[in-house]
C-alpha cells in the first residue's frame, strides 16, 4: 500500500519558518514527480509546489514565489520532497497535502489530476 508520510506541520507567527517533509518509500512505486497542494478554511485545495523528477523541474503557485522553495532529498530507497516556507502570513494557514504522481505529469505539475497519491495533511497555522 503505498503511503506518503508527511511532516513539519506546525502553529508560527507571521513572518516565520517551516520545513514540511514528505517521503514515499519506493517499496510499492517510483514517483514521477510530487508537489504539495494545500486547502484553507472553507476554499478549494491549491496547488502549493511540485519537483518533477522526469523533467528536473519544479514549479510554484504565485503566492510561493519568493519564499517557499520545494527540494529534493537524496535517498537510496525512497522518494523525498521537502518544503521549507519563509516569510510566512495568515493567509497561508491551511492543510498542506503532499502528492505523488506514478506516471508522467509532463509540464502539469499544477493540476492535481496529475496525481495519484496523497497524504493524509499536516496542518500549518499562521497566526497574526
Known amino acids: 500500500q503505498v503511503q506518503l508520510v508527511e511532516s513539519g506541520g506546525g502553529l508560527v507567527q507571521t513572518g516565520g519558518s517551516l520545513n514540511l517533509s514528505c517521503v514515499n518509500s519506493r517499496r510499492t512505486f517510483s514517483a514521477y514527480a510530487m508537489g504539495w497542494f494545500r486547502q484553507a478554511p472553507g476554499k478549494e485545495r491549491e496547488f502549493v509546489a511540485a519537483f518533477s523528477w522526469s523533467f528536473g523541474i519544479t514549479e510554484y503557485a504565485h503566492f510561493a514565489k519568493g519564499r517557499f522553495t520545494i527540494s529534493r532529498v537524496p535517498a537510496e530507497d525512497a522518494d523525498a520532497v521537502n518544503l521549507q516556507m519563509n516569510s510566512l502570513k495568515p493567509e497561508d494557514t491551511g492543510v498542506y497535502y503532499c502528492?505523488?504522481?506514478?506516471?508522467?505529469?509532463?509540464?502539469?505539475?499544477?493540476?492535481?489530476?496529475?496525481?495519484?497519491?496523497w497524504g493524509q495533511g499536516t496542518e500549518v497555522t499562521v497566526s497574526s
Open positions: 502528492a505523488a504522481a506514478d506516471g508522467d505529469p509532463g509540464y502539469e505539475l499544477g493540476s492535481a489530476h496529475q496525481y495519484t497519491y
